[in-house]
């Protein structure tokens, strides 16, 4: 199992604030930023699109991910044909096995048949690019709802991106979502959060990586349950700060932190994930 991180673990810095004159970070400063905090694979995502860049452009990044001995994934939001066909492409231009996808996007809600449609159609040309195609869990398909359609395309080609605390949208916890989700993974997100009770309602914060409440433990050794070589990819639900320098300096030391976590759960497993939550969690039956 494989550690590193997507490029939403740098949210900000892509989107450029605080960034020296406001230049989103690219596709190679991520890179060098990932080899630089230890990671091994690098999943670029949509917040980073590579689909309208050159061949010329495309094979810079993969040779700059080479030379850093860094894997690359790819990461892509909506799942038109034409769309995941170019992204088949860039993926193979960049030297990826793995293609995660988010269903849906603006204007683009697909059905359950429809998607059944569409990845069945799209089999042999992940055949022959031998890319993977990881589903992640999002808002559209409960876990349960998400592994059916996985279960009867029934093919080594189409699996989940596992994401620990997406499917909270649909009041499904983290548990719940590994136990559906890891069987079929071929990649997995890790995400930290702190549930708190500051009214009437909930609130849902994100936090460092073992800072919080999901049992990033658990979902290690359910993907590794599985036999199969997966990578495991450090994000993070961080809110800016008020100045923009901190936000960077911030996010730069969550991903730090976040990958040297889960190179020592993949090392050390259970017996050496204790968890160390910055105060004592808020008690439910307490409020």
Wanted: glycine share 10%.
């Amino acid at each position: 199992m494989n550690v590193g991180l997507t490029s939403y673990a740098f949210r900000w810095a892509i989107e450029g604030r605080g960034t020296p004159g406001g230049v989103p970070m690219t596709p190679i400063h991520l890179l060098d930023k990932a080899a630089e905090l230890g990671a091994q694979v690098v999943q670029i995502c949509n917040n980073m699109p590579l689909d309208d860049l050159s061949a010329a452009q495309l094979e810079r990044i993969r040779a700059s991910a080479d030379a850093l001995g860094l894997t690359v994934e790819l990461g892509v939001r909506g799942s038109r044909p034409g769309q995941l066909r170019r992204n088949l492409e860039v993926a193979q231009a960049l030297g990826a096995r793995v293609l995660r996808v988010v269903l849906s996007a603006p204007g683009w809600e697909p059905g359950e048949d429809q998607v059944l449609g569409l990845l069945r159609d799209l089999l042999p040309d992940l055949h022959a690019a031998n890319v993977a195609l990881a589903i992640e869990n999002r808002f559209r398909f409960t876990p349960r709802a998400l592994a059916g359609i996985v279960r009867r395309v029934d093919d080594p080609a189409v699996g989940v991106c596992l994401d620990p605390l997406n499917s909270i949208a649909n009041l499904i916890g983290p548990a719940e979502t590994i136990a559906a989700l890891a069987p079929l993974a071929v990649t997995a997100h890790a995400k930290d959060a702190i549930v708190t009770r500051p009214g009437a309602g909930l609130a849902i914060s994100g936090c460092p990586l073992g800072e919080g409440q999901v049992d990033l433990a658990a979902m290690v050794e359910a993907l590794r349950a599985t036999g199969r070589s997966l990578n495991v990819l450090a994000e993070g639900w961080m809110e800016p700060l008020d100045d923009p320098a901190a936000t960077l300096a911030q996010e730069e030391a969550w991903a730090r932190h976040g990958i040297a976590y889960l190179h020592h759960l993949v090392q050390h497993g259970q017996a050496g994930s204790a968890r160390r939550p910055r105060e004592p969690r808020p008690r439910m039956e307490d409020r």
